[in-house]
């Protein structure tokens, strides 16, 4: 590809910081931005100093959300060997995003060249401390300086690179969830499959309400019969009961989490049974009530595996296990950071290195 290169001067940019980074809020110096528009295809890659859009009031994600994002995160291993996790996955993601919202798709091996060539300039800025990670957020816009309500005949695609520490601020400790009867977040035939903005903007006002209740965060059940199990807000969700794994089958409701399909293969690693399929909240109340629900647990990049030691389901709580952390979670969580740090094998060619002074 053809990128052009504007560095911040070496002396002008901030200092890496490691302390109370929370999730999202630090940004590295620079940035990756290029445009699509009909005639040219994608056009004016560069990276730049990390600034804001200049975009017209009349810009079509502003009134009519054309917006698609990603999420994966770059981790400093030993002799500071810099690496991200299936970054394939998340590239060919983005492109089903892309096409589901009528948004030009960017080869996966350019949007690969990019996120290397963006993260390897911005490379002191990968946390050192474990658990704290550089955390990458690619993201795409529709951007035609026209009302209609129609697909945008321009588009910009950019990247931005926060390092980040711990999503839920609590880390580990298991998280208590409110499962929404009210508001849904996925039809079939819709979005929910897709990362796009708007699926996050209808599900604010759940979330805030929760919140608000003393929860972490929403559980969504389909949209449809309101009954089974889709996702949380920002990850993925399993139960283990009677030794088995389960989670939500793929569709239009899910998002295809990457950490989601890395734990089903740790687990069939490990001879742990895994069943995707439909999941009813009655039948997840029944095993918590006979005693057969001993873990329920979030997978995502940001949450990484989250414990969740309370579903609330109607004012009831349902309490896998004894509420804490168990024995499957922790092995998820060990082994998939263990990889990613460089610690364990990476048996099935996760690690995606980030050559260093690719330019
Ligand atoms: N579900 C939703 C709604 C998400 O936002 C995320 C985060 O990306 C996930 C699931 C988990 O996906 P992944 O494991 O690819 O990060
Ligand atoms: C991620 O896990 O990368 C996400 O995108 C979650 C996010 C919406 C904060």
């Known amino acids: 590809m053809n990128i052009t290169i504007n560095l911040v001067d070496k002396e002008k940019r901030p200092a890496p910081t490691e302390e109370n980074l929370g999730f999202g809020r630090i940004f590295t110096p620079h940035m990756f931005v290029m445009t699509w528009e009909t005639e040219k295809g994608w056009h004016d890659a560069r990276i730049q100093p990390f600034a804001p859009f200049e975009i017209s ?110 999503y839920y601020p609590r880390g580990l400790a298991p998280t208590r969830l409110k499962v929404e ?10 979005v929910g499959f897709a990362k796009t903005g708007g699926n996050y903007a209808a599900s604010f006002k759940g979330t805030t309400e929760a919140i608000a209740e003393g929860f972490d965060q929403v559980v969504w059940l389909d949209g449809k019969e309101n009954r089974y199990v889709q ?35 740790l687990a069939k690693e490990m001879g742990l ?20 629900l001993t873990e329920a647990f979030g997978t995502g990049t940001a949450a990484a595996i989250s414990p969740i030691g309370e579903l609330n389901f109607a004012g009831e709580p349902i309490i896998p296990g004894d509420g804490e952390i168990g024995p499957i979670a922790r092995h998820m969580y060990e082994t998939l950071l263990g990889i990613q740090y460089g610690e364990l094998e990476d048996r099935y060619g996760w690690i995606y290195p980030v050559p260093d002074k690719t330019i």
Do not use: C
């Not at 794994?245 to 293969?265: E, F, K, Q």
């Not at 069943?275 to 057969?292: C, F, L, N, S, T």
């Open 231 to 265: 996702e949380a807000g920002a990850m993925n969700i399993m139960f283990v009961a009677d030794g088995k794994l389960y989670t939500g089958a793929l569709g239009d409701g899910i998002l295809p989490g990457i950490t989601r399909d890395s734990v089903l293969m």
């Open 273 to 292: 049974e895994t069943i995707e399929r439909p999941i009813d909240i009655q039948e997840v109340k029944r095993w918590a009530d006979e005693g057969r």
């Open 181 to 190: 009867r009210r508001y849904v977040r996925a039809v079939k035939g819709g």
């Open 57 to 166: 009031p009349a810009s079509s994600v502003l009134h009519y959300a054309q917006e698609i994002f990603e999420g994966m995160k770059a981790y400093r291993q030993a002799k500071d060997r810099i690496v991200m996790f299936r970054p394939e996955m998340n590239a060919a993601r983005m492109n089903r995003s892309a096409a589901r919202m009528d948004m030009p798709e960017i080869p996966v091996d350019d949007q690969l060249e990019i996120l290397t060539r963006l993260i390897d300039i911005d490379r002191d800025y990968v946390p050192r401390t474990r658990g704290n990670t550089l955390y990458i957020r690619p993201a795409m816009m529709g951007d035609s300086h026209s009302l209609g309500a129609h697909s945008a005949s321009r588009f910009i695609y950019f990247v931005i690179l926060s390092p980040s520490g711990s």
